[in-house]
């Protein structure tokens, strides 16, 4: 079985600041890890992924995220905030062993002061 | 354009009566999924189908029921055995090949008066 866990159901930055959000998981098997944006009232859109490979992932709108098997950890970050920033993220995991389906964290909101 | 369509975006239903859900793809993917997303809850699974004629229960199945007739349709209903029905829907489909990259529908959000 795998979980999620995003620290802070709340973030606030203010414009132009470093975004963190944080995702820890618990898997049995290697994971494959996703971080999944959502604007009000829409369906989810794939930030980026984290199959095999290099650790240090690069994403859309200049998000990255690193995969830290040590600490169970694949942390999203943006090194400086935009208005436009302003969403819930999700942080998601599936096992790379088979067929397995895709696990959510409960989300963090991002806010984005001026 | 490929994508989800999913319809209607607002629905509003009684109690003790049934709704279906529309979601339709022609994004050519075999698997497709419906979640349930309520505040702070973050997404859970009602529902998975992988093929055509089959599918499995999610991790919050009772009260729903699926069907996957086509591969581009795998419509929700939900019915009055669901306690608490009012929440936000999501539709998502993956192809098996792209390790299980979902991509996901504008969502329905249904109310129950």
């Known amino acids: 079985a795998q979980s999620v866990t995003q620290l802070g159901s709340h973030v606030s930055v203010s414009e132009g600041a470093l975004v963190l959000l944080r995702c820890n998981y618990s898997?049995?098997?290697?994971?494959?890890l996703f971080w999944y944006v959502q604007y009000p009232n829409q369906g989810l859109q794939l930030l980026l992924k984290y199959t095999t490979g290099a650790t240090l992932v690069k994403g859309i709108n200049g998000f990255e995220a690193e995969f830290k098997k040590s600490e169970t950890s694949f942390h999203l970050t943006k090194p400086s905030a935009h208005m436009s920033d302003a969403a819930e993220y999700f942080c998601a995991v599936t096992l790379n062993s088979g067929y397995s389906t895709l696990t959510f964290g409960k989300g963090t909101m991002l806010l984005v002061s001026p | 354009d490929g994508g989800i369509t999913q319809s209607p975006k607002y629905l509003f239903r009684k109690e003790g009566q049934n709704v279906t859900l529309s979601c339709e793809q022609n994004?050519?993917?075999?698997?497709m999924y419906w979640y349930r997303q309520d505040p702070g809850q973050g997404l859970r699974l009602i529902y998975y189908s992988q093929i055509v004629n089959d599918f499995q229960k999610g991790d919050i199945a009772e009260g729903y029921s699926v069907s996957r007739e086509k591969k581009e349709s795998f419509p929700l209903t939900v019915t009055s055995a669901q306690k608490n029905p009012t929440a936000f829907y999501l539709c998502a489909s993956s192809s098996s090949g792209r390790l299980n990259e979902q991509f996901f529908g504008p969502g329905t959000r249904l109310t129950v008066l």
């Open positions: 898997s049995s098997v290697p994971p494959y």
């Open positions: 994004l050519n993917h075999d698997a």
